[in-house]
């Protein structure tokens, strides 16, 4: 993911800010449940630096998000930010995944960038009804707003979200620093969604500290988390993620969602399978934990 990417990270504070006060305010309305959801996976499937490592050495390209999806139990499906799938594609992705697996497709840029929101009915109902179809395999949808999408643009927002099907699973990434420079702007953003029970999805980027504003507005939480390359850091960062969402789940968290990006991503798998032990360990969870297999460098048996 190149939002908010740095190529100098030495001198970023990467430490988590406190939480809004909304956060405590949503999670403690909530009944806490013993078997919180927890869904942890990186941001694709289609990753040739991935075969003998994660994948069987003779995978072909059209079984990779069947063999995926037994090794994570959720993806940040990018592909419907590009194209409103088909039925016969979503057919096929149900079929290739996993009992319990969860996809979290992104809205289309043509509804959320291109138009900004407006005069795009028929495309949402054609993109709702398209994921309402993974049935059981959907997680949680999030709608990244365009980098100009701006809080005086805030009405247009309400409108679509309120023109959504009842209880459609949604969270918002909000991107203009705009959202985050004022903080009654973005304390009347967080109430406006937080009635509506949409989501917020945090992204925990080097380049862009705004964005992680640790407002939770439903109990459930959409982490967007972009390492450097398995940088010291990115374990020090993972590890106090972890407290936190401990901390949320003794409070009330139902539900988590946490794509883990890592440059090309050729790393992600190993930074997933950091994040899941330690989640395990610290909340007494029980993720099933990814099968990595080292390859071998060229010239290392001699």
Known sequence: MDFGKLQDISNIDFGLPPDNPLTSKILGLTQKTSKPNIYIGPPIWANKDWIGKIYPFNAKEKDLLYYYTRQF???????????????????????????????????????????????????????????????????????????????????FLEIYLKSLPSNFPVSVEFRHPDWFNNAK???????MLADMKVGTV????????????????????????????????????????????LTWLEMGLKNAYIFVHCGENKYAPELTKYWIDRLNTLADLNIEIPKITPLAVQGSLF
């Not at 319990?100 to 407006?118: A, E, M, T, Y």
């Not at 702007?185 to 109430?191: D, S």
């Not at 705004?210 to 020090?236: I, K, M, S, W």
């Open 73 to 155: 139990n959720t993806l940040e499906l990018n592909v419907t930010h590009y194209q409103i799938p088909t039925l016969e594609t979503i057919q096929r992705w149900k079929e290739a995944a996993a009992d319990g697996f969860k996809f979290c497709p992104k809205f289309p840029q043509i509804i959320s960038h291109d138009r900004q929101l407006v005069g795009c009915d028929a495309l949402t109902s054609e993109f709702c009804n398209a994921v309402l179809g993974l049935e059981g395999y959907l997680g949680m949808t999030f709608l990244q707003l365009s980098p100009n999408f701006n809080p005086k643009q805030i009405k």
């Open 185 to 191: 702007v973005w304390t009347n953003t967080c109430e």
């Open 202 to 245: 945090i992204t925990d980027v080097s380049g862009r500290r705004d964005v992680l504003h640790c407002a939770l507005t439903t109990p459930d939480l959409t982490l967007r988390f972009v390492g450097n390359e398995l940088h010291p850091t990115d374990y020090t960062r993972i590890d106090e993620w972890c407290e936190r969402i």
